[in-house]
């Protein structure tokens, strides 16, 4: 309540209006399931295309196995499949298991690198390594120095005929080239390799710069005396390294970073700009834990002119290149290729399940999910391949995780691939298995033209149910069943089934992809796995979580509130104002909104002990819409002089 304290005019701002409730989004998604490359235990990001889905977990190659057989890459299908039938936000979660034999060429961690010791004229080791377990880490590394303009210029001094040097642009900790030609256009250039440093000169009372040059001592730096001259043709080059990062996948593009120090100690702005600083262990940001491909280390001599003078060595004629202006970059560059990283063995139900770490309270699997609320439809694209053979168990495990899952967030939909190669027979025992009203079956695989062997592949049907609910949802509404939709990619079914088929398997709950003539390739069936006839159909289920997340998150206002009528009235009208709305978007069955729907906040939902303890109970009831499953024409004969 505010305070009247001295006499004069008080403004107030008021509200006259209910508070008002927003639909939440309920096209977001999250898979998963193993990748070719990404992070495995970072907080998660939401991924908008394939490009940023390759950018993070790899590119689209094959899949391969400890002990198995190259796998299609069923992540990245299934991602493509979402996106292109109308998907837009999606999350990763990718999950990963070591092998349990590495062989001689595999690491253990399934992280690809290479090493570099050397040891002239300093001891230094360069590690490289790739900073995700998987076989898409066997890149190849460029990096390439680049040699700077010229920053030595001069100032006017108390003598015209000798003017100041000065060195502009230049930052602590540079490595730079001070060289002395007779002509700026002289080739090759020779010079030496030093770090710069600042320092107060007493003798003139001026910050200037020292060098330290690579090995030894150098006529042009004994004791700053004589001072780098312009008028002598001397130049100071700053030496900067940019690094760039090949792909496996030729079809993707290469990653380029440029403008790296080469010392670690180096700064801008207060941030380390080195390469180590760049592709640290443990980058600045999550956004750069995610993206960054690699990790260099340095051991040993850890010094900018150490690692130049030790690639100068290794290489000498990396050394003449760079100072050589007509060199190009390959000239002046040096690749590293990383190898031994693998994508390890089939990760079990287990690693689909996750784990939280006690400590950096890092999760994996299904449980990263639990921290992203706007996850409505969960899928685990690629966990059934394989169902009749040696992975049944981990697949069956993996599906009721997912349905596990699903009701304990409440808001969320699981969407069940069947095995791949399933008869009828085998489609009806997985089904007979499951009872959820949060989890829908779909049979069977999608038939697509696989970009990578360029042959007819069957891939999981969940990435493309996925894109096709949020297609749904944006072009028509949540409400509406999400089938009688064309499956975009499907160039034809593992199965093709017809009406007596289907008639067996929809009463059962399993949703059927059908082929029409002349009305293409289509998905058939919008009915959950449960058992309970009011909680039949994927529309309904789907409709109440938007309904009760939606409510969930609009009426968070009324927590701690005084817990009265004022209260009451207001929960109300917010409640009976975001379901008008529904109704008026023919989302309700009714031809009147009292008929559509009721909200019921009072003593008639509260008893004493509810309010004794804190507790406001608000009653909604809304007459939900049900897809036209079976639309029935009644046609029969009568004559003109009838009555009708």
């Given at each position: 309540?505010?305070e009247?304290?001295?006499?004069?005019?008080y403004?107030?701002?008021?509200?006259?209006?209910?508070k008002?409730?927003?639909?939440?989004?309920?096209?977001t998604?999250?898979f998963?399931g193993?990748?070719r490359y990404?992070?495995?235990?970072?907080p998660?990001d939401?991924v908008?295309?394939?490009?940023?889905?390759?950018?993070?977990y790899?590119?689209?190659?094959?899949?391969?196995?400890?002990?198995s057989s190259p796998?299609h890459n069923?992540?990245w299908?299934?991602?493509?499949?979402?996106?292109d039938?109308?998907?837009?936000?999606?999350?990763i979660?990718r999950?990963?298991?070591?092998?349990?034999s590495?062989g001689?060429?595999d690491?253990?961690?399934?992280?690809?690198r290479?090493?570099?010791t050397l040891?002239?004229?300093v001891?230094?080791?360069?590690?490289v390594?790739a900073?995700?377990?998987?076989?898409?880490?066997n890149?190849r590394?460029r990096?390439?120095?680049?040699?700077?303009?010229?920053v030595?210029?001069?100032?006017k001094?108390?003598?015209?005929?000798?003017?100041?040097?000065?060195?502009?642009?230049?930052?602590?900790?540079?490595?730079?080239?001070?060289?002395?030609?007779?002509s700026p256009?002289?080739?090759?250039?020779?010079?030496?390799?030093a770090?710069?440093h600042s320092?107060?000169?007493?003798?003139?009372?001026?910050?200037?710069?020292?060098?330290?040059?690579?090995?030894?001592p150098?006529?042009l730096?004994?004791?700053?005396?004589?001072?780098?001259?312009?008028?002598?043709?001397?130049?100071?080059?700053?030496v900067?390294?940019t690094?760039?990062?090949?792909?496996?996948d030729?079809?993707?593009?290469?990653?380029?970073?440029?403008g790296?120090?080469?010392?670690p100690?180096?700064?801008l702005?207060?941030?380390?700009?080195s390469?180590e600083?760049?592709?640290?262990?443990k980058p600045?940001?999550?956004?750069?834990?995610?993206?960054?491909?690699?990790?260099i280390?340095?051991?040993?001599?850890?010094s900018?002119?150490?690692?130049l003078?030790?690639?100068?060595?290794?290489?000498?004629?990396?050394?003449?290149s760079?100072l050589?202006?007509k060199?190009?970059?390959v000239?002046?560059?040096i690749?590293?290729?990383?190898?031994?990283?693998n994508?390890g063995?089939?990760p079990?139900?287990?690693?689909?399940?996750?784990?939280?770490?006690d400590?950096?309270l890092?999760?994996?699997g299904l449980?990263?999910f639990e921290?992203i609320d706007?996850i409505?439809?969960?899928?685990a694209p690629?966990?059934?391949?394989?169902y009749n053979?040696?992975?049944?168990d981990?697949?069956s495990?993996i599906?009721t995780?997912?349905i596990a899952?699903?009701?304990r967030?409440?808001?969320?939909?699981?969407?069940l691939?069947?095995?791949?190669d399933q008869?009828?027979?085998?489609v009806r025992?997985?089904?007979?298995?499951?009872?959820s009203?949060?989890a829908?079956?779909?049979?069977?695989?999608?038939?697509?033209?696989?970009p990578?062997?360029?042959?007819?592949?069957n891939?999981?049907?969940?990435?493309?149910?996925a894109g096709?609910?949020?297609?749904n949802?944006i072009q028509?509404?949540?409400?509406k069943?999400p089938?009688n939709?064309?499956?975009?990619?499907?160039?034809?079914f593992e199965?093709?089934l017809n009406?007596a088929q289907?008639d067996?398997?929809?009463?059962?709950?399993?949703?059927?992809?059908?082929?029409?003539?002349d009305?293409?390739l289509?998905?058939?069936?919008?009915?959950t796995?449960?058992?309970?006839p009011?909680?039949k159909?994927?529309?309904l289920?789907?409709?109440f979580?938007y309904l009760e997340?939606?409510i969930?998150k609009g009426?968070q206002?009324?927590?701690?509130e005084?817990?009265?009528d004022l209260?009451w009235a207001?929960?109300?009208r917010?409640?009976?104002d975001?379901?008008?709305?529904?109704?008026?978007?023919?989302?309700?069955?009714?031809?009147?909104?009292?008929k559509a729907?009721?909200?019921?906040c009072?003593r008639?939902?509260?008893?004493?002990n509810d309010?004794?303890?804190?507790?406001l109970v608000?009653?909604?009831g809304?007459?939900?819409?049900?897809?036209?499953e079976?639309?029935?024409?009644?046609?029969?004969?009568?004559?003109?002089?009838?009555n009708?």
């Amino acid at each position: 309540m505010p305070e009247y304290l001295a006499p004069g005019v008080y403004v107030e701002e008021v509200s006259f209006r209910a508070k008002s409730i927003e639909g939440l989004s309920t096209t977001t998604t999250g898979f998963v399931g193993p990748t070719r490359y990404g992070p495995v235990n970072l907080p998660l990001d939401v991924v908008t295309s394939i490009g940023e889905f390759e950018r993070t977990y790899g590119d689209r190659q094959q899949m391969q196995f400890e002990g198995s057989s190259p796998t299609h890459n069923y992540m990245w299908h299934a991602a493509r499949g979402f996106f292109d039938n109308g998907g837009t936000r999606l999350y990763i979660s990718r999950v990963f298991t070591p092998m349990k034999s590495p062989g001689p060429n595999d690491e253990p961690d399934g992280r690809a690198r290479a090493s570099m010791t050397l040891s002239s004229p300093v001891a230094q080791t360069v590690d490289v390594i790739a900073r995700f377990p998987g076989d898409a880490g066997n890149m190849r590394v460029r990096i390439t120095l680049v040699l700077g303009e010229n920053v030595l210029g001069q100032d006017k001094g108390p003598d015209p005929a000798h003017p100041i040097p000065r060195a502009r642009g230049l930052f602590e900790n540079d490595v730079v080239l001070l060289s002395s030609v007779s002509s700026p256009l002289g080739s090759p250039l020779s010079g030496v390799f030093a770090t710069a440093h600042s320092f107060f000169d007493t003798a003139t009372g001026e910050q200037t710069w020292r060098f330290t040059p690579v090995s030894g001592p150098d006529k042009l730096l004994a004791g700053m005396h004589p001072s780098p001259d312009p008028l002598a043709s001397d130049q100071i080059r700053v030496v900067t390294a940019t690094v760039s990062v090949f792909p496996v996948d030729p079809n993707l593009s290469s990653l380029v970073y440029s403008g790296l120090a080469l010392d670690p100690d180096h700064q801008l702005n207060g941030l380390a700009d080195s390469i180590e600083a760049q592709f640290a262990e443990k980058p600045n940001s999550l956004g750069e834990a995610r993206t960054l491909p690699i990790v260099i280390t340095v051991t040993g001599n850890n010094s900018g002119t150490a690692l130049l003078s030790n690639f100068f060595g290794a290489l000498t004629t990396l050394k003449d290149s760079l100072l050589d202006p007509k060199s190009s970059d390959v000239d002046r560059s040096i690749d590293i290729v990383l190898a031994g990283g693998n994508d390890g063995q089939r990760p079990p139900a287990d690693a689909y399940e996750g784990t939280t770490d006690d400590v950096s309270l890092a999760k994996t699997g299904l449980m990263s999910f639990e921290d992203i609320d706007e996850i409505s439809i969960v899928a685990a694209p690629g966990s059934t391949f394989g169902y009749n053979g040696g992975y049944k168990d981990d697949a069956s495990t993996i599906l009721t995780l997912l349905i596990a899952h699903a009701e304990r967030m409440r808001y969320r939909i699981a969407v069940l691939d069947s095995g791949d190669d399933q008869s009828i027979a085998d489609v009806r025992a997985l089904r007979a298995k499951l009872d959820s009203t949060y989890a829908a079956l779909y049979y069977p695989w999608i038939t697509v033209l696989d970009p990578v062997t360029r042959k007819e592949i069957n891939l999981p049907p969940s990435g493309y149910v996925a894109g096709i609910y949020a297609r749904n949802d944006i072009q028509r509404a949540v409400y509406k069943a999400p089938a009688n939709e064309v499956v975009s990619l499907a160039i034809n079914f593992e199965k093709v089934l017809n009406k007596a088929q289907q008639d067996i398997l929809n009463p059962l709950g399993i949703n059927c992809f059908r082929f029409f003539e002349d009305r293409g390739l289509r998905l058939w069936g919008a009915r959950t796995i449960s058992s309970d006839p009011e909680w039949k159909y994927v529309n309904l289920r789907r409709y109440f979580a938007y309904l009760e997340h939606s409510i969930d998150k609009g009426t968070q206002w009324a927590v701690f509130e005084p817990n009265g009528d004022l209260l009451w009235a207001n929960v109300r009208r917010t409640v009976s104002d975001f379901l008008l709305n529904e109704f008026q978007n023919g989302a309700l069955l009714g031809d009147k909104p009292e008929k559509a729907y009721f909200v019921r906040c009072d003593r008639s939902t509260m008893t004493q002990n509810d309010l004794d303890n804190g507790r406001l109970v608000c009653l909604v009831g809304v007459a939900a819409l049900r897809p036209a499953e079976f639309v029935i024409f009644r046609i029969g004969q009568w004559t003109a002089d009838s009555n009708k």
